[in-house]
């Protein structure tokens, strides 16, 4: 795993995101491969944001691990892989099932999650998204078993999603 300030580093190049991608453009890089590089550079940034933002979130409730598993779900342009330089936040998690006793320590842990992980992407570049598609959003933070959750997900994103489960992410 990267040491905090190299996630960090990784983070902070957001900015000179657009430098990086139009020096590829001027040697000659295609369209494709000019999609494909911002995407897996926003890709990394949104592991790292959200390696931070668990971190966080263990931190601020003492927990040695997130209480539950979760995926964290890109929805919108950066979901179809198709993020622009300045592309904003939409996401939603999805949360594995927890019994009842559990729901306040659950919900305490990944809200402190999404607040951390929509400050973390801001202050890369990634603006949070107008309409409020985040996970900081209860609407946008779901159990893996609720039907609703899955109904809603699909009918927001057509594509396949990609999810990013504790840093990995996978399309």
């Not at 590089?37 to 409730?61: F, G, K, M, S, V």
């Not at 779900?73 to 559990?102: C, F, K, N, T």
């Not at 998204?129 to 985040?134: A, F, G, L, S, Y």
Request: hydrophobic share 35%; aromatic share 6%; glycine share 8%.
């Amino acid at each position: 795993m990267p040491t905090p300030e190299a996630g960090t580093d990784q983070l902070e190049q957001r900015t000179s995101q657009p430098e990086r991608i139009a020096a590829l453009c001027s040697a000659g890089a295609s369209l494709a491969d000019l999609l494909r590089e911002i995407n897996t550079q926003n890709d990394r940034c949104y592991q790292r944001a959200t390696e931070l933002a668990c971190d966080a979130a263990q931190q601020a409730t003492g927990c040695t691990s997130p209480p539950v598993p979760y995926a964290l779900v890109m929805l919108g342009s950066g979901g179809r892989g198709e993020s622009l330089l300045y592309s904003d936040q939409d996401h939603a998690l999805i949360l594995g099932d927890y019994p009842e006793s559990e729901h306040l320590r659950v919900i305490e842990f990944f809200h402190l999650l999404a607040t951390r992980l929509i400050q973390t992407l801001a202050a890369a570049g990634f603006p949070p998204d107008k309409n409020h598609v985040m996970a900081s959003n209860p609407s946008w933070r779901k159990r893996l078993g609720g039907q609703r959750c899955w109904r809603r997900l699909r009918g927001t994103q057509p594509a396949p999603a990609r999810s990013t489960d504790r840093g990995l992410a996978a399309r």
